[in-house]
């Protein structure tokens, strides 16, 4: 069993930056995949960002790369988001989630926290 809490949003002008942190328990949360959704107000959840369990894969939306980038520190059982060059249509609430592997986390993931709201002003 994986529990993952997410912590770091706020509010932020368009064009700055926030770092989300996903803490997780469990023993096994290292062998984890980890990955990053987010639902803006009347659309579907939709996938940001994916990494593996030992940090040495990445994966992101078209709308994200190369303005966000997700790591893990497995020490501290925890995975972060730094985003950067936030655009007003980065307003949603974020979650993590958690999986086996890349394919399952970026399609029905495992194990879900209960997200954190992000609002970029204009």
């Known amino acids: 069993q994986v529990q993952l809490v997410e912590s770091g949003g706020g509010l932020v002008q368009a064009g700055g930056s926030l770092r989300l942190s996903c803490a997780a328990s469990?023993?096994?949360?290292?062998?984890?995949?980890v990955g990053w959704f987010r639902q803006a107000p009347g659309k579907e959840r939709e996938f940001v960002a994916a990494?593996?369990?030992?940090?040495?894969?990445?994966y992101y939306a078209d709308s994200v790369n190369g303005r966000f980038t997700i790591s893990r520190d497995n020490a501290k059982n925890t995975v972060y988001l730094q985003m950067n060059s936030l655009k007003p249509e980065d307003t949603a609430v974020y979650y993590c989630?958690?999986?086996?592997?890349?394919?399952?986390?970026?399609?029905?993931?495992?194990?879900w926290g209960q997200g954190t709201q992000v609002t970029v002003s204009s």
């Open positions: 990494i593996n369990w030992s940090g040495g894969t990445t």
């Open positions: 469990g023993r096994t949360f290292s062998t984890y995949a």
């Open positions: 989630a958690a999986g086996p592997t890349m394919v399952v986390v970026t399609t029905t993931p495992r194990y």
